[in-house]
């Protein structure tokens, strides 16, 4: 079985600027819709809460969402995920804890008015009110003036007495996923649920994170390039380089038309598609500069045509089994794992098209221009 | 290539690579299929269930939390306040000091976020009297700046880094005890860069005693060990005898010893008498030299081999607040002690406690137990009244190899340095799955897995025939390296990882078309058979190997950069990728060129 009966002939250099035009178009309407959309990002960049969600009966989003502001949530987003028959959701939350800055400070006023403050604390980060009063005071009392609907109390802990005079408190606030589990058992009051993960990502971690995915992302090309620079020639870095960020930009495209979470795992997708784009990129390559030893003389952009067209049969080929093999990822896939799968199947097609159409025609280009310079000197 | 003697030394090492590889499947096998679900991060239950001619047990291909359920937690132990905090305090044992020389006049000011004190006296023959005072007793600062009537004394920066190291250290011992008391079979901690621990909890699914780890500072604390019921864990033992299913002995003391520790709680709970309560001494293992080498390395389950019960007075006689400094110290014998000292309040209060408590003539000293965050960590006896507030606990080192003896004592001091300044701690970030989505993940993932495999191997042998077959061999034995080399590096399996592995399939299908196409290019030459085989090996040889590096290298900053399952998705990509190139420059051109030379097939079916 062969795709091309015959030896192919097309003219892809040919047509290198209808294939420029469509590829600048899609990378600048990404461009573009980075600030008029924006990404969807997950809570391992945001920070906050993310909670998976199963019912044994089928809920609408609504409800759940419905349940959920009733409950205090103002910013609960849900989402359904897998078949429709799983009844599972993904449930995300902005804060971290229930304690924010203007409970601390109700809190602080509602205690001064009850006993003598020697210290108070708010550690937002973990939901925890440190204080320290002047007398011992009743751990019920603390209870019932730091508390509020939006803001559960877990648990008062008396600390004792402290060397230093004075007595410490710790009053523990509940965390997120706890208060959405009130409020849904509150909101649906017939349904049972199972939790199935929580996943909990402290604003500054999320920060760390996202620095450290898009230097991850920038020593990826970088190392690439350098080994292309040293295993080929100068003028072959700058095509795949170009290539490179093209499908980068297009698969996030991916994640910014579907709106899917952008987390780790599409950082994870986004480094693959980068190997896998060099690769391709360089398996045309090496074919030019074999063809270059080979046919010594032709016009530079005649040698490229012909080694794409001769290793098109593998390009098409390898490309179509790779995203054969994402096929039982797609429909078995649930969650991060089928936008995994659907970003990596994107990507396999964009990185086969830029190989042909944006490293091959970049690497022609920079040939004629350095040419150009060469030429005096070769007369 | 001919086929020559080599030719049979090539068939023998890659059978032998994969009867290796089969071999070292075998733990993985037994543990995902044989052991019950519960025993499944239990090496020593592994252990029991293995034939004998079996690889070790750790060389077994262990499920990651996303899909055994579990807790994995980042957790970021706040040194930078801690600092502050310690600053703060030396600040005020400084004018303490003064105070008691006599140089009331000096103004001490404390500059925590600089490790800064100002001082400002009433001349410049104050000042530099105040500086010869303090600088021999706080040899943790030095001068940063004179100005005429004062002075500012600064941390040294080694000093502030063994502050910041020691904190970490003992979060992670506080976190670790804290964990230890669950009962969770396999823990695995470690340090994290120089503020973070990762904790990670296999089958542990309750993140409401996560919070546990963080919710309370750990307190350092000095209490009396009791004296009027000498034989109180005797006669319990003796009136209500423990399950013996329970381990729990009674040992000479008399005390109670088991080697968990919450059945002896259980055990004691409620029976002491009132007053009085039971606390727990975490006796150490001993130490293996190359664990104490790397002290970053995981302490598996817990790092206590015996527990022993110890009856306290209920009453805490002085908390680590007023501790100075502690440190170890050898004598010139060779002894080796923990010394510690107290500030000025501290100094008052010891030299209470102790000229009550301490031996004298008709009686016995008592024993002063030093405890931290509920777990005593060693209980000396008070021989002499100690007045100058400073203290040396020669506990009976004698009898143990000397570095455990050294090791015992560091953690000791470790205990008492940052005990009375714990760096506050918070949950960065934490993953938490429950079982039941596990199963799922894995249910779902291998029919993916099982799915793609079947449509690539399907489409190789409909596409290139006979050699499609012997491409499909290769894709075979590369599924079986791979999870092999998982099994050897001990790699937990990821959902991303079952990703990785079927893309890294999909992807190492490339190095066999680049060959195969290139074969028929060849044939479409003209060559013969022959020919056409050799010529497709050798020219694309420098291909495969470029388009491999490159991935490699993607896959190698993934690893680097990445953590928890992602990072168990590059270590797949990175093992197949290296598998890829063994199978398809190695196994496929053995056998396509046995069927050329071997066979002397003068066509290629492909």
Known sequence: ?379 | MKLGSGWWTRLVIILLVALFSCWFLVPSYYSLFVLKREDRNKLEELEKVLPWWAPPARYRLSLGLDLQGGIYMIMRVDTKTALMKSTDKRSLQISALLKEKNLTAVQVESLPEARQVRLVAADATMAASAEKTLLPEFKDFEVASREGNSFVLQMKATEAMRFETNALEQALLVVRQRIDKWGVAEVELRKLGNDSIQVSLPGHDNPEQARDLIGKTAQLEFILVDDLYPDFFEKLYKENPPAPELGIELRPGPTLSAKESQPLLDYVAGKAPDNRMVLLECEIEQQSPEMMANPNASGASSSCSNYLAHLLEKTVSMTGDSLASADVTQSEKGNIAVSLSFDAQGTKEFAALTTQHAAGPGKKGRQLAIVLDGVVYSAPELKVPITNGQAQIGKDFDSRPREQQLAEAQMLALVLKTGAMPAPVSVGESRQVGASLGDELIKKGSYAAVVGLLLVLLFMAMYYKLTGLVVDIALVLNGLLILAGLAIFGATLTLPGIAGFVLTLGMAVDANVLINERIREELDRGNTARVAVDNGYNRAFWTIFDSHITTLFAAAILFWTGTGPIRGFATTLIIGMSASLFTAIVVTRLINTYLVHGRGAKTVSI
């Open chain 1, 1 to 379: 079985m062969r795709i091309f009966k015959n030896k192919t002939s097309f003219n892809f250099i040919g047509h290198q600027r209808v294939a420029l035009f469509i590829s600048s178009l899609c990378c600048v309407a990404v461009f573009a819709g980075i600030p008029l959309v924006g990404f969807n990002y997950g809570v391992d960049f945001s920070g906050g809460t993310l909670v998976e969600i199963q019912f044994p009966e089928t809920v609408s989003a609504e409800t759940i969402k419905e349940a959920g502001t009733q409950g205090g949530l103002a910013d609960l987003q849900v989402q359904g995920i897998g078949a429709r028959e799983d009844n599972s959701f993904l449930l995300r939350l902005g804060g971290t804890t229930q304690l924010t800055p203007q409970h601390a400070a109700q809190a602080e006023a509602a205690i001064r008015l009850q006993a003598e403050l020697k210290s108070f604390y708010a550690d937002l980060d973990n939901g925890l009110i440190n204080l320290r009063t002047a007398n011992k005071v009743d751990a019920e009392m603390l209870n019932r003036e730091a508390g509020t609907a939006e803001a559960a109390i877990k648990e008062v802990r008396e600390l004792g007495e402290s060397q230093s005079g004075g007595f410490d408190y710790q009053i523990v606030f509940s965390g997120m996923a706890e208060k959405l589990q009130t409020a849904l058992k509150a909101g649906l009051k017939e349904q049972k649920f199972e939790i199935r993960r929580v996943d909990y990502v402290g604003p500054q971690v999320g920060k760390q994170l996202k620095n450290k995915g898009i230097a991850a992302l920038i020593y990826a090309a970088l190392a690439i390039i350098a080994y292309i620079a040293f295993r080929f020639d100068f003028k072959f870095g700058p095509g795949a380089l170009l290539s490179i960020v093209h499908d980068m930009v297009l698969v996030l495209g991916y994640y910014l038309i579907t709106q899917r979470e952008f987390n780790l795992t599409a950082v994870a997708a986004l480094l693959t598609v980068v190997g896998y784009s060099v690769n391709d990129t360089i398996v045309i390559y090496d074919r030019i500069r074999e063809e270059m030893a080979r046919l010594k003389g032709k016009p530079f952009a005649e040698i490229v045509n012909l080694s794409i067209n001769e290793t098109l049969s593998r390009t098409i080929l390898t490309s179509g089994v790779t995203a054969l093999s994402l096929i039982g990822l797609l429909i078995f896939g649930v969650g991060e794992i089928f936008d995994f799968a659907a970003a990596m199947f994107i990507g396999i097609f964009v990185a086969t098209y830029s190989s042909i159409f944006v490293a091959s025609p970049v690497t022609v280009w920079l040939e004629k221009y350095l040419d150009k310079d060469k030429k005096p000197k070769a007369i």
